[in-house]
């Protein structure tokens, strides 16, 4: 009989926290409706206290889902959970997530109490969160580098005092497979079965996945991790691998996550799609080359047997072909069944919006491939308040004349006509565009992909911009990059806005 080990996505919060990483509220719903799709157990949907864009992403998250339990994080402070559970309002099965450091390091210098005080605070924490629902986890900030003693007696202080789960965080990646296990089935031993162990590890040394696994074996039955592996510093635990690993190594675990693997891919991409962060190309699971046989001996032995170097079926994370698909004939339930198959799904309204923009497209490109569509879909991921509005947008150049460039663009309803030059055609439009942005603005990376093949490829351009301290990621796909650069620094800047709207309201950042 295989045990289930609850899959803990914590995507949306620590994922999100990271920088480079951050969603707004529509994304950050888009994102949860994945992962309901990928059938996770609890989703983190943010830490309600910090902002009015977390409060308002887990009410709006929990509106939206139906099957996962919402969880929100939140200090062992009245004034966190009382807030963690407002914005829990609307939850079927709401979750709070509270938490407070054990280790030395992090008492002495960071809270600046003792171990009584910690001890204290935590039960009346927990005592607090169990007022409003009996579904209370909690965490031992920094766990890994606690005194084992007082770790296991903070646990079983706050699962006296109601807490379901108690999680085991190496808050730092620092712990290692061995010494992982041995202090988890110490906590089993000490704890018995009166609450769920949970752990949540960190990749700091590369070994967020092996860490967590370790602890499984040990008699944790929760992992909390994030699709890519995304998180604080090098990232938490990536659900694909864990996953992966569990179905693929049935002979070494013994055990089974509800965990729709076929949704696997499609979230991944609509990750990076709505971050605009890609995942590396060797990335486990979900890197581009991770399914990928391009030595000549590989690919023989691949079609003679897929077995001789494939571990596990492309089609089981729900990779999809590459192979072309539709053209500008096909109709509306081709275009369906063709989003089905990477994992979207859309009311038939929806459908219609994307069947103008998958129109548009085939009249310019022959061939549609299952990138393409991802590039519609991820126009309809991105929302946001519009203050910069490209009307038009033309340039010109060659070896003999002077990159030059010529817009029309609308600032909050107000229309500019601006001119630009630069090294090529991208700079004197780029140039054109700052004419209307405040100085203090600035472009720091800049990247053109080509993300299908032939001269008449989509590129891809994603632009990073900063502005005080605050950064922001832009993407459009087009088959001119000139204009697809364009529309990108414009998609960046409208994103920029929200966020500083988002920051102005944060009282307090983790
Ligand atoms: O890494 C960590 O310790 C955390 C806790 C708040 C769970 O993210
Ligand atoms: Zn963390």
Same mark, same amino acid.
Not at 180 to 187: A, D, V
């Given at each position: 009989?295989?045990?289930?080990?609850?899959?803990?996505?914590?995507?949306?919060?620590?994922?999100?926290?990271?920088?480079?990483?951050?969603?707004?509220?529509?994304?950050?719903?888009?994102?949860?409706?994945?992962?309901?799709?990928?059938?996770?157990?609890?989703?983190?949907?943010?830490?309600?206290?910090?902002?009015?864009?977390?409060?308002?992403?887990?009410?709006?998250?929990?509106?939206?889902?139906?099957?996962?339990?919402?969880?929100?994080?939140?200090?062992?402070?009245?004034?966190?959970?009382?807030?963690?559970?407002?914005?829990?309002?609307?939850?079927?099965?709401?979750?709070?997530?509270?938490?407070?450091?054990?280790?030395?390091?992090?008492?002495?210098?960071?809270?600046?109490?003792?171990?009584?005080?910690?001890?204290?605070?935590?039960?009346?924490?927990?005592?607090?969160?169990?007022?409003?629902?009996?579904?209370?986890?909690?965490?031992?900030?920094?766990?890994?580098?606690?005194?084992?003693?007082?770790?296991?007696?903070?646990?079983?202080?706050?699962?006296?005092?109601?807490?379901?789960?108690?999680?085991?965080?190496?808050?730092?990646?620092?712990?290692?497979?061995?010494?992982?296990?041995?202090?988890?089935?110490?906590?089993?031993?000490?704890?018995?079965?009166?609450?769920?162990?949970?752990?949540?590890?960190?990749?700091?040394?590369?070994?967020?996945?092996?860490?967590?696994?370790?602890?499984?074996?040990?008699?944790?039955?929760?992992?909390?991790?994030?699709?890519?592996?995304?998180?604080?510093?090098?990232?938490?635990? $990536?659900? *694909? #691998?864990?996953?992966?690993?569990?179905?693929?190594? =049935?002979? @070494?675990?013994?055990? /089974?996550?509800? !965990?729709?693997?076929?949704?696997?891919?499609?979230?991944?991409?609509?990750?990076?799609?709505?971050?605009?962060?890609?995942?590396?190309?060797?990335?486990?699971?979900?890197?581009?080359?991770?399914?990928?046989?391009?030595?000549?001996?590989?690919?023989?032995?691949?079609?003679?047997?897929?077995?001789?170097?494939?571990?596990?079926?492309?089609?089981?994370?729900?990779?999809?072909?590459?192979?072309?698909?539709?053209?500008?004939?096909?109709?509306?339930?081709?275009?369906?069944?063709?989003?089905?198959?990477?994992?979207?799904?859309? $009311?038939? *309204? #929806?459908?219609?919006?994307?069947?103008?923009?998958? =129109?548009? @497209?085939?009249?310019? /490109?022959?061939? !549609?491939?299952?990138?393409?569509?991802?590039?519609?879909?991820?126009?309809?991921?991105?929302?946001?308040?519009?203050?910069?509005?490209?009307?038009?947008?033309n340039f010109?150049?060659?070896?003999?004349?002077?990159?030059s460039a010529t817009i029309e663009?609308?600032?909050?309803?107000?229309?500019f006509k601006e001119e630009g030059s630069g090294?090529?055609?991208?700079?004197a439009i780029?140039d054109a565009i700052?004419k209307?942005?405040?100085?203090?603005?600035?472009?720091?990376?800049?990247?053109?992909?080509?993300?299908?093949?032939?001269?008449?490829?989509?590129?891809?351009?994603?632009?990073?911009?900063?502005?005080?301290?605050?950064?922001?990621?832009?993407?459009?796909?087009?088959?001119?990059?000139?204009?697809?650069?364009?529309?990108?620094?414009?998609?960046?800047?409208?994103?920029?806005?929200?966020?500083?709207?988002?920051?102005?309201?944060?009282?307090?950042?983790?």
């Amino acid at each position: 009989m295989q045990e289930k080990v609850y899959i803990f996505d914590t995507t949306l919060r620590d994922g999100e926290q990271a920088p480079g990483f951050s969603m707004n509220v529509d994304e950050k719903v888009k994102l949860a409706l994945h992962l309901q799709r990928l059938n996770v157990d609890c989703i983190e949907a943010g830490f309600a206290i910090t902002s009015e864009g977390d409060f308002e992403a887990i009410t709006e998250v929990s509106k939206a889902l139906k099957g996962p339990e919402v969880a929100s994080l939140a200090r062992v402070r009245e004034k966190d959970i009382d807030r963690a559970w407002a914005a829990l309002k609307y939850a079927k099965k709401p979750r709070i997530h509270v938490f407070i450091a054990t280790s030395d390091i992090h008492m002495k210098h960071k809270l600046e109490m003792e171990e009584d005080e910690v001890l204290e605070a935590a039960v009346k924490g927990v005592e607090y969160a169990c007022k409003y629902t009996n579904n209370v986890e909690f965490s031992a900030e920094d766990a890994t580098r606690t005194r084992p003693e007082f770790l296991a007696k903070v646990c079983k202080s706050v699962i006296k005092a109601g807490a379901k789960a108690v999680n085991i965080p190496d808050t730092v990646g620092y712990t290692t497979p061995e010494e992982f296990s041995k202090l988890i089935t110490y906590l089993k031993d000490e704890i018995k079965n009166k609450a769920i162990i949970s752990v949540h590890c960190h990749n700091d040394l590369g070994l967020g996945v092996a860490n967590s696994l370790a602890a499984v074996k040990a008699g944790a039955r929760q992992v909390e991790c994030t699709i890519n592996g995304i998180g604080e510093r090098a990232g938490n635990a $990536s659900m *694909e #691998e864990l996953v992966m690993i569990i179905n693929t190594r =049935k002979d @070494l675990f013994n055990f /089974k996550t509800d !965990i729709n693997t076929k949704h696997i891919y499609p979230t991944s991409r609509a990750l990076s799609l709505i971050t605009g962060v890609q995942v590396q190309p060797n990335k486990a699971i979900v890197g581009k080359n991770a399914f990928a046989h391009e030595a000549g001996i590989h690919q023989d032995g691949v079609m003679k047997e897929k077995s001789t170097y494939e571990i596990m079926k492309p089609e089981d994370i729900g990779l999809p072909s590459n192979e072309l698909i539709l053209g500008k004939h096909s109709g509306r339930h081709a275009l369906r069944n063709k989003l089905e198959a990477l994992g979207y799904q859309y $009311s038939d *309204e #929806e459908i219609d919006k994307l069947f103008k923009k998958f =129109k548009a @497209l085939a009249d310019k /490109k022959k061939e !549609i491939y299952d990138e393409d569509l991802e590039m519609l879909v991820a126009a309809e991921l991105f929302t946001m308040e519009e203050k910069y509005k490209l009307l038009s947008a033309n340039f010109s150049g060659g070896t003999d004349v002077l990159p030059s460039a010529t817009i029309e663009i609308e600032v909050d309803g107000k229309g500019f006509k601006e001119e630009g030059s630069g090294d090529g055609p991208v700079d004197a439009i780029y140039d054109a565009i700052r004419k209307v942005v405040p100085d203090k603005v600035r472009i720091d990376r800049f990247s053109i992909s080509a993300i299908t093949g032939g001269s008449d490829a989509q590129g891809e351009v994603t632009v990073f911009i900063e502005e005080d301290g605050i950064g922001s990621v832009g993407r459009a796909a087009k088959t001119d990059i000139v204009i697809a650069s364009a529309e990108a620094l414009v998609n960046a800047l409208n994103r920029l806005v929200l966020k500083k709207k988002m920051k102005e309201k944060k009282e307090y950042g983790v």
